[in-house]
């Protein structure tokens, strides 16, 4: 099946693109999401308005966080020395995003932007409180992490809002990361994926962040098993206690990759596994 028809129209800049929106586009950036959903009918839009040659591919150091705009590429931030450096969680989590081919062209901005619960992109930033940047012809307006990812494929995201920037601040200097992913081939979207930062002093847990991909419509921060964590020494006992209390923060769902059950336990699994690996070294 091919896409049903459509007017289509490539911005010149972020004006014209914020014009386009004002009449109903949708956003091509990479095409690595849209495309498929075009080709399949599910999305049938009168106007798509391609932003691929805006100026948005910004990956830096502002202060105490790194900005990276909204089209710099899945790859372009993998392989980046100063992603690798200040989000490492980042950094490793990309390497799960589909393959090198799909890298290549998809974009954080729309990753995040396609919001979709089992994708690892949307989990870490989550985990480490990005702040989403959002402009329209009404202004420009922050959406912090928490409160942009609504269900699965909706976001804060007005109808006529392009995402223009993704700003993370930056780790503690001894912050340590961990990640484990269940999927049913090598770079498939995650069944369950849990993603984790610690820091530790003088033994003691005294911050931690554990976001959690497909295991609810959305991914989620799972609060109460960092509270678990924090002022405690990581022995094999609390990172028990905090697994279990991750995966009752779940919310999954019977589909045709698993049982919600199934994922309730990764959830637990994971959770030890990536926490052993952010508090072990």
């Known amino acids: 099946m091919k896409a049903a028809p459509f007017e289509y129209t490539r911005a010149g800049g972020v004006g014209d693109a914020l014009d386009a929106l004002r009449l109903g586009a949708v956003v091509l950036a990479g095409g690595q999401s849209l495309v498929p959903l075009l080709n399949a009918r599910v999305r049938r839009p009168a106007l798509v308005v391609d932003v691929s040659r805006l100026p948005l591919t910004t990956v830096e150091r502002d202060g ?6 909204a089209l710099t590429r899945l790859r372009t931030a993998e392989t980046s020395p100063v992603v690798a450096r200040a989000l490492p969680l980042l950094a490793e989590a990309l390497t799960h995003v589909g393959h090198v081919s799909v890298r290549n062209r998809g974009t954080v901005g729309g990753s995040a932007a ?8 949307p989990a870490v930033l989550l985990a480490l409180d990005a702040v989403f940047t959002a402009r329209s012809h009404r202004g420009t307006r922050e959406v912090e992490a928490r409160d942009f990812f609504r269900g ?5 995201l007005e109808p006529d809002e392009l995402l223009t920037a993704v700003r993370v601040p930056l780790p503690a200097p001894t912050a340590r990361h ?12 995650a069944v369950t994926a849990v993603f984790t930062s610690v820091v530790l002093t003088d033994g003691v847990v ?6 959690v991909a497909g295991a609810a419509p959305t991914p989620i921060r799972a609060r ?6 924090t002022g405690r020494a990581p022995t094999p006992g609390v990172l028990a206690e905090a697994a279990e209390a991750a995966a009752s923060a779940t919310d999954p769902v019977d589909d045709l990759h698993a ?3 199934y994922r309730r336990d990764m959830t637990a699994v994971l959770t030890r596994r990536a926490l052993r690996r952010a508090t072990t070294g």
């Open 224 to 229: 109460a098993a960092e509270e678990v964590l």
């Open 114 to 121: 396609h919001a979709d619960p089992a994708a690892e992109v």
């Open 178 to 189: 961990g990640m484990a992913e269940l999927s049913r081939r090598p770079n498939d979207l």
């Open 206 to 211: 005294t911050d931690a962040r554990i976001a």
């Open 64 to 69: 105490p966080a790194l900005v990276l705009g």
């Open 152 to 156: 699965p494929h909706r976001t804060a």
């Open 259 to 261: 049982p919600a059950a």
